[in-house]
């Protein structure tokens, strides 16, 4: 019995180092066996061995050696190793309200192929059925099979649990959240979070400055991702940031994003016939109003515009208050697809939180990230995990997979 136990011990042991290698290789472009001690704390000898095990097992491959890449010019030239481009790949997904945009990328979060797909209805078993489509698309265009994919991400507008499900008591959740899964079972293992959770891991991934923010998802309707003492508030059901207390704060009143808003508000006052003479947003069809065009004529000085965006100002100073007066947050970064023409919004918000609210005052920024802090989001979750545990996945060698 004890002869097992140690030998269990032995195994073990192996494995958690070997792990450590492995992660070094998923962070190195190439790397030798010094480099992978003085990252592991490992001998020399036990770094050789593990590496040819890992070698043998597909992980990683031997390539020129040290002379060769310049590095040497007396003595016996170091072995030189770098992770294999084929070993697997992760495919993040941004499932939102209106559209799904599918990426996939190797283990070192190179982004190989991009899809977007639009949703014309909010049926679960259609919004399944897209998934399955821009996932496929973009599965295709980086030439990759199915087989070949580690882990899968998916974001979407609804509170996630630790098991990937949202509340049953919303027909909406429902709709945005209806198990996926089921549609990606080939496609490795499948994590579900909330869209809002995986644009703030974005953010810190890409080194947002301070410990403590809120990522505001603000397109069509307001989530925050909050990020506090470096750590990503969840909450037991996945509630963490979850915005329905904007219903009852005063000057706010609904979820509804900026996005959402800035379009209304203008296409209400085209429909009216409120829109002066001469107003940039009078020349612009009412189908193509968007928050996008508001905040652009803003910019260039149009009355209305500049009107609408006031109140959004306004309102994005409450909002930005809440989440500093309840958690403190030094920063609230808005996201999404309004992000870039945000600055006229983000000025008038700065100035009221400036003359309005008492200090601590958040500040505010739009995410450079655009439309895709979601989707990169579900990449850094899916590249995190693999980081963490990456003996958990199998790796794959192209022509295998398809076998």
Not at 27 to 38: G, K, L, P
Not at 96 to 101: D, I, N, P, R, W
Not at 133 to 159: I, S
Not at 358 to 378: H, N, Q, R, Y
Request: with cysteine.
């Amino acid at each position: 019995m004890f002869q097992d136990d140690a030998g269990a011990s032995t195994q073990l042991l192996r494995k958690i180092n070997m792990g450590a290698v492995l992660r070094h290789a998923l962070e190195a472009e190439t790397f030798v066996a010094a480099e992978a001690m003085a990252a592991t704390g490992l001998t020399r000898t036990t770094v050789l061995g593990l590496c040819d095990e890992l070698v043998e097992r597909g992980w990683i491959e031997e390539v020129g050696d040290s002379r060769e890449a310049g590095q040497y010019v007396k003595g016996r030239p170091a072995r030189r190793y770098r992770l294999r481009n084929d070993v697997g790949h992760v495919v993040g997904v941004d499932a939102g309200q209106h559209t799904v945009t599918a990426v996939v990328s190797d283990l070192r979060g190179t982004i190989l192929a991009r899809a977007t797909h639009a949703l014309d209805s909010q049926d679960g078993a259609v919004r399944r059925t897209t998934l399955r489509a821009a996932v496929d698309e973009a599965l295709e265009r980086a030439a990759v099979h199915p087989a070949e994919v580690f882990l899968t991400v998916v974001g979407v507008p609804a509170p996630v649990d630790e098991n990937g499900r949202s509340p049953r008591n919303n027909e909406f959740w429902d709709d945005m959240n209806p198990d996926f899964p089921t549609v990606l079972a080939d496609c490795g293992q499948t994590i579900i979070d909330n869209d809002a959770n995986l644009a703030a891991l974005a953010e810190r991934a890409r080194g947002t400055d301070g410990k403590s923010f809120a990522t505001l998802l603000s397109g069509e309707r307001f989530g925050a991702g909050l990020v506090i003492d470096g750590m990503l508030l969840r909450g037991p059901r996945g509630g963490a940031g979850e915005m329905r207390l904007l219903n009852v704060v005063e000057g706010v009143g609904s979820t509804d994003g900026l996005g959402l808003l800035g379009r209304q508000w203008a296409v209400d006052a085209s429909r009216a016939g409120a829109l002066p003479s001469g107003s940039i947003l009078a020349r612009i069809p009412v189908e193509q109003l968007s928050a996008e065009t508001v905040f652009k004529a803003a910019a260039d000085g149009d009355i209305t515009a500049l009107g609408i965006v006031d109140r959004l100002g306004e309102r994005l100073a409450r909002i930005a208050h809440v989440l500093a007066s309840l958690l403190d947050v030094d920063k609230v970064i808005v996201a999404g697809a309004v992000a870039a023409t945000l600055e006229p919004v983000l000025s008038k918000a700065a100035a009221a939180l400036e003359d309005h609210f008492e200090a601590p005052i958040p500040v505010l920024a739009a995410s450079t990230l655009g439309a895709d802090g979601v989707v990169l989001g579900a990449l850094e979750c899916g590249l995190s995990a693999v980081r963490e545990q990456p003996l958990s996945f199998e790796p794959r060698r192209r022509g295998r997979a398809e076998a």
